[in-house]
Structure formats: structure tokens, C-alpha cells
């Protein structure tokens, strides 16, 4: 078949180095799979056909590099990238990993660590600036507690206000014009992570000395372990111009940190979000933050990019047919075509004294069918090929 579903770069598919790069480590058991040097996983991702590669610095640069090892390795990476036509739309940094961030990075009770944390911050940005980043994510992954007992939350919060603020200072005083993407997750590593949903980053922003340089990077199997609705959350931060990246993948609800390839748990919802993405116009990154399943070898990785891409392409091409529909199209009609309501879009002293004065057929407005189950189901046989 001739295939519309083939990734192209005006799609703006990303994957991180760690994604493909996934060894397939867990608490349970080692690495299954080789390390895959930063240069092979650019031509992988090439082969698949993303458009974009991800990176925190340690994914390139150990994190004991000495000057001329890094810039040797930048410079390998950089023409890695451009030999394969891939692009580095964001970078972040790994907060997470080495044990001196046992506590925290930018909350960790020991200033001295917090003021690493910024040190280490500065120099990713440093390296993603250099590789032509734009975007940078900031996922506190161990930004939390087991034990609450050891610092106040907000005390936290401030902290984690200070070093954001600083970064924004940096960014500006180094011209990089960074955007920051902040990225929620409600547990794992950590027993808790301050900031555990999208909509608390999105109460955190305003508070910021540099707001409009900060969004948000909410991931699908984030809000999912929350037992949370993610477009919900997706569309809060889209309608408050935040939607500054996202992270997808999948996952089941209440389980562990899955990280599954993206629309392979819940395809209903993974519908409406490609659709709401593609409806709104969203022109960011499409980011996977997935990794192949353990039992997989190089051939089963490059699958799995692939499928991502291919199941988002799939979809949107699902949600063309669901608007196309006239079905569907005249029941969505249906459902707000009372026009003999009174008007409340804006206070008036005239508008307010009609609508006190307003009377209402309640009986009447509660019997009325809304559809929605023959509206879902025309939903779900088109997201089913049957129509
Ligand atoms: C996770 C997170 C990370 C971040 C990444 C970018 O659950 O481990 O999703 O993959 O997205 O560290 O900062
Ligand atoms: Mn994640
Ligand atoms: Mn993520």
C-alpha cells in the first residue's frame, strides 16, 4: 500500500537518546541490550524516519568528562546529526541519576547540592544551546519525599522557585532563548514528586520572576499513574499558552512506570489527544518518552520508533475521518443548539437583570438525550476501521 503513515519532518517527531537508548534495566533485573553509542541512535532514529533527537547532557557527555573528552564527543555527536538530517529540538538535564541527588536537586536540603544542581543545570544548557536546542525540559524526578518529615513542602516549592528563576536570568544573559518545559510526575523515583500533576506546574508558573519563558511538558503515562484525564491536562496548559512541549508514550492506569510505545494501552485516549493536538494547531515537538519492551533486541527498537510514528499518523489520520463524518459532524451540531438562551458572556447591569429575571424549563432541559452514546459509538467505528 502506498503508505500515508510514513514520518515526515514537518511532523516534528522527537525521541530522547534515552528512549531508543533504553537498555531495558529495572529494579528486577540488568541491562538486556548493548549500550547504544549516541551516534548509532541517531542514525536509528534516522533510519526510522524521526525528524528529532533529545538529549540530558549525560546521555552524550559523561558526567566526569573532562574539557576536551566533552568537546570531543559534542563535535562527533554534531556531525552524527547533521550526516543523518536530525535536529535537537530539546535538551535537559539528568537531576536524577548519580547518588549525590539522593535528596533532591534543586529542593535537596544541602544547599551545596542545590547550587550543583544549578552549576549542573547551566552547563546542559551550555550544550543544548551549542547543539541549536531551543527547548529545555526540567523533570524533577527526584525532587521529592519518602518521608515528609524532612522539609516543609513549600519550603520546597521555594527552592524550586529560586533555581527556575536563575536558569530564566542565565538563559537571557547568555541570549540562548531557552523555553522551559516543566514536566509533573506524580511518583517514581521518588515515594513522592513535588509538582505531581501538570495543573500544579501550570498554579507554579505565574509565580515566576519570568513567566512567559516557562511552560510546560506534560507526559502521558504521568497523568495516567495519577489516574488522571491527559488531555484534560493537555488542554488547561494549551488554553493558557503554556503547552511548550510534550512527552509521549503510554500506560495503564495505577501500574509502575511503563513507558510504552505511544497508543499501545489506551488507543481511545491516545485518539483524542492526536486529534485535539492536531485540531488546535500545536506546532511543537511530538515527543516519544517511551522505550521498547525487555524482550527486544536493535531490530524490536527500531519497531518500536516506528510504531510510535506510525500509530500517531494513523490517528490523525482517524481524526480527518471523524470531522469528515456527517454523522458524527451533525450530532456534535446537535448538542449546543439552543438559541433562545439568555446571554451571560459578559456582566451587564442589563444582562444580569434579564437573566435574575430569566425562567428556566428545568423538567424539561434534564429529559432532553444528548446522543453521546450513539456519538461515541460512531466515535469508536471510525477509530475501529468499520466505517
Ligand atoms: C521519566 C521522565 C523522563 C523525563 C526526562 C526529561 O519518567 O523518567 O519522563 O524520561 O522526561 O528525564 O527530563
Ligand atoms: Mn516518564
Ligand atoms: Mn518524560
Redesign the pocket.
Known sequence: MADAFVPRPEHKFSF?LWTVGNRGRDPFGDAVRDPLPPEEAVALLAEAGAWGVNLHDNDLVPIDASASDRDRIVRGFRSACERHAIVVPMATVNLFYDPVFRDGAFTANDPRVRAYAVQKTMRAMDLGAELGARIF?L?GGREGTETDACRRPDEAIKRLREAVNYLCEYSIDREYGFKFAL?A?PNEPRGDIYMATTGAYLGFIPTLDHPEMVGV?P?V??EHMAGLNFLHAVAQAWEAGKLFHV?L?DQFPGRYDQDFRFGSANVKSAFCLVKFLEDVGYDGPR?F?AHAYRTEDYRGVLEFARGCMRTYLILRERAKQWHADAEIQALVASVGDAHDAPNFSRYSQRNRDALLASTFDRAGLAKRGLAYERLDQLTMEVLLGVR
Open positions: 530522547g525540559v523533570w514536566e510526575k511538558n507526559e503515562a504521568h512527552d508514550n515527543h518518552d
